[in-house]
Every structure is written in structure tokens, then in C-alpha cells.
């Protein structure tokens, strides 16, 4: 027997009040009662995207999400800029390629932040850059861009902004309408708790307008269909969805509800700080900065002359608990934890005591209690519950 504990970033532990409304019976999507689910979930979504905007839901993973975003914008030629900083940063450069954009590329070095002064210049010196791509928390370095900065700017020049949040949706603040996100785009299987297979995008009206004039040939993603059907009283969803990752996403947002947004991110913060307080106790370095705002996910370079892949290797065949590693060209330099969800305090002690169990095996100097003495201090001040 070997306890499970799923400590990454995507999918994430589902709560017990998730698993069992998943177990309910299968409800016919035409039936009142999913008509009421539907409308409830929307509404939810809208609370925790912080948008009056029209949300979008459909069974897709994020991938599917950022493409929706993609051909409902692009039209083959048509200038865009994509801000990356890692291997979701990436992602959009090539869906929007793939599309066909004409795209400027501004690439960071992984592990910083997207330089709001950059895409201020590169719209001024390209006016007709029609949308701006750009992660909120980039999952792969641990990073979380200034979406606050970058939609400020963006919202003073006819681009639209397309903010792909799939890991930052419920861990981190996003205020939609506030900060100007005009397509937001985020999943099931991260913060919102949620197994993988529900796509969720934001639409402002000034979106609208660009997804309306676009002539990509599209079908399933067609904002425009899912606009006709999923808005209004009534709502209905155009095909059949996945109506038991609906019923379950319905029940995760009550949680969130419960809890109160405000909570949410509150004990993403105290979780996402004490993660960074306790691996660097055991002498490890963060990989880029030490970001108040970066809760979603805690990425760690591997000590040198450690192989990154045997720690989440051991890590999950020997303790049952399951680290992300690095991915593109951070593979087997970086190894991270995930805390956005269903995450608490125990959560990130379990992690870090079974890191210096790891480690140790591993043959590197661990000092004994060091990873969860320092996070457990952490953890201690925490004034909401974690
Ligand atoms: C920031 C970000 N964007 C996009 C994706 C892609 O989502 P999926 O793997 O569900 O297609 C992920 C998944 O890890 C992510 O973290």
C-alpha cells in the first residue's frame, strides 16, 4: 500500500465534496436540473474571474482553451505579440504560428517576469498588432507576469489582451474587468479543483468585436455559438458537455464560494511562502525570483550533481508523492511544487519532509528538519485557515 499525494501543478488533488458530486448519477443535459447547474456554474465562473463579461465553458484541456482564444482572433497575417517566459509562453507562439499570425516574439529568459515597458514599445512601433498573448502565472518556472501593468497598456491601444490563466485562475489575483483581461482563458484541473476536461474562456465586449470580424474557419470552438446558447436566461450548451465535470466544477465552486475569494488567495500566498521558506532552508535555490505573487506553483533548481528526475522518481515510487519535473528545456534541472487548489498546510509539509527523506537517499547534505521547521514557522503566522 502506498499513500498518494499529487503535489504538482496540473491535475491537482480533488476534494472529497468534488469526488462524490462526480459519482452522481449522469444528468441528461437538457434536463432543468443541468440547466440550473449550467447557469450556476457560469455564475461561479464569473466570480472567481472577477468578470461580468460573458464566460464560455467547453470539455476541452487547456490546450484546447488557448486555441479557442486563437482562432476566434487570428486571421492568417494579422500581427499579434506574444510575451513569453517559459514553455506556456511558448505554447502561443507556436498556436498562434500555426495559425498563421505574423507574430513578434518577445522571449524572456525562463525564470523572469514579461517586461510591461517591452510590449508598451512593441505596440507603439507596430500599430497593428491586434492582440496581445501572455501567461498570468507561467507554470513551468513558477513566474507570475504583472497583468495589472500589461493590461493597462494594452487597454490604450485597439489590441486586445488574451491572458492565458489555466494555472493562475483561483491562486492568484486576476481581476478580469479590472485589469482589462479581454479573453481569459483557464481549466478544471488546477486551482478550480476540478479533474482535467473543461476549458473556460472570458470574453469582453471589446473582444467580441474582434472575434466577430474574425473569418478563421472555426466549429467547435466558435465563440459565436457558445455565446448564443450559454448567455442569457435559459442557458443551454451547444453540444453535449461533459456533464459530470460540471457537476463537479459546480461543487468546487461552492467551496470557493465558502471559502471567499479573498481566503482563496490568501492561503495560496501563505502556502506559496512557506514552500519557498522550506526549500531554501535546505539550501536549494528557487529558480527565479522570490515572488510574493507567485502561489501557484514553487519551482526548485536541482542541487548540482543531483539527477532532477531520479528526486521526483524516488519522490513518487518510494513515498507515493508525486512532484512535477521540468519541462522543455528546464527537464532535469528543475523540479516544482504544486499548491494551487485543494492545498493546505499538511500538503506542503508532507512535501518537503519527503524532499529531505529524498534528497538524503540521493546523497546531499540534509540538515533534518530544516525544510519543514522553516515552512512550518511559516505556516504558523498564517492568520486564515490553511
Ligand atoms: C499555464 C498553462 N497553460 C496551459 C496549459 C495547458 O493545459 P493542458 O495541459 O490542460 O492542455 C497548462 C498546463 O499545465 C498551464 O499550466
Known amino acids: 500500500m502506498l499513500k498518494r499525494f499529487l503535489l504538482t501543478p496540473g491535475p491537482t488533488p480533488v476534494p472529497p465534496e468534488v469526488l462524490a458530486a462526480l459519482g452522481e448519477p449522469v444528468v441528461h443535459h437538457r434536463a432543468p436540473r443541468f440547466t440550473e447547474i449550467l447557469a450556476e456554474v457560469l455564475a461561479g465562473l464569473k466570480y472567481v474571474f472577477q468578470t461580468v463579461n460573458d464566460v464560455l465553458v467547453f470539455a476541452a484541456s487547456g490546450t484546447g482553451a488557448m486555441e479557442s482564444a486563437v482562432v476566434n482572433v487570428v486571421n492568417p497575417g494579422d500581427h499579434v505579440l506574444v510575451a513569453s517566459v517559459g514553455n506556456f509562453g511558448e505554447r502561443w507562439l507556436k498556436l498562434t504560428r500555426t495559425w498563421g499570425a505574423e507574430v513578434t516574439a518577445l522571449e524572456y529568459e525562463w525564470g523572469t517576469k514579461a517586461d510591461p515597458a517591452d510590449i508598451e514599445k512593441a505596440l507603439a512601433a507596430d500599430p497593428a498588432i491586434k492582440a496581445v498573448f501572455v501567461q498570468s502565472s507561467e507554470t513551468s518556472t513558477g513566474t507570475v507576469n504583472d497583468i495589472r501593468a500589461i493590461g493597462a497598456i494594452v487597454a490604450r491601444t485597439p489590441a486586445i489582451l488574451v491572458v492565458d490563466a489555466v494555472s493562475g485562475l483561483?491562486?492568484?489575483?486576476?481581476?478580469?474587468?479590472?485589469?482589462?483581461?479581454d479573453i481569459g482563458v483557464a481549466g478544471s484541473q488546477k486551482a478550480l479543483m476540478v479533474p482535467p476536461g473543461l476549458a473556460y474562456v472570458a470574453v469582453s465586449e471589446k473582444a467580441w468585436q474582434v472575434v466577430e470580424a474574425c473569418t478563421t474557419p472555426?466549429?467547435?470552438?466558435?465563440?459565436?455559438t457558445y455565446r448564443a446558447k450559454m448567455t442569457g436566461d435559459g442557458a443551454q450548451t451547444p453540444y453535449t458537455p461533459a456533464v459530470s465535470l460540471m457537476v463537479a466544477q459546480n461543487a468546487a465552486i461552492e467551496l470557493i464560494r465558502q471559502e471567499g475569494l479573498e481566503n482563496v488567495f490568501e492561503r495560496h500566498r501563505w502556502l506559496g511562502r512557506a514552500c519557498k521558506a522550506g526549500v531554501q532552508a535546505l539550501g536549494?535555490?528557487?529558480?527565479?525570483?522570490?515572488?510574493?505573487?507567485a502561489n501557484s506553483v514553487t519551482a526548485c533548481k536541482v542541487p548540482a550533481g543531483l539527477d532532477g528526475g531520479r528526486i521526483t522518481k524516488l519522490a513518487r515510487d518510494k513515498y507515493g508523492v508525486w512532484l512535477a519535473g521540468g519541462q522543455g528545456r528546464l527537464k532535469g534541472q528543475v523540479f516544482r511544487f504544486g499548491h494551487c487548489g485543494y492545498f493546505g498546510a499538511s500538503d506542503i509539509l508532507v512535501g518537503l519532509g519527503v524532499l529531505e527523506m529524498v534528497l538524503a537517499e540521493l546523497g546531499y547534505d540534509v540538515e533534518w528538519g530544516a525544510g519543514t521547521g522553516a515552512a512550518a514557522q511559516v505556516l504558523a503566522q498564517s492568520p486564515v485557515q490553511l
Open 284 to 293: 536549494i535555490e528557487l529558480f527565479g525570483p522570490d515572488d510574493p505573487d
Open 170 to 181: 483561483g491562486a492568484t489575483d486576476l481581476k478580469t474587468d479590472a485589469w482589462h483581461v
Open 218 to 224: 472555426r466549429f467547435y470552438f466558435d465563440y459565436r
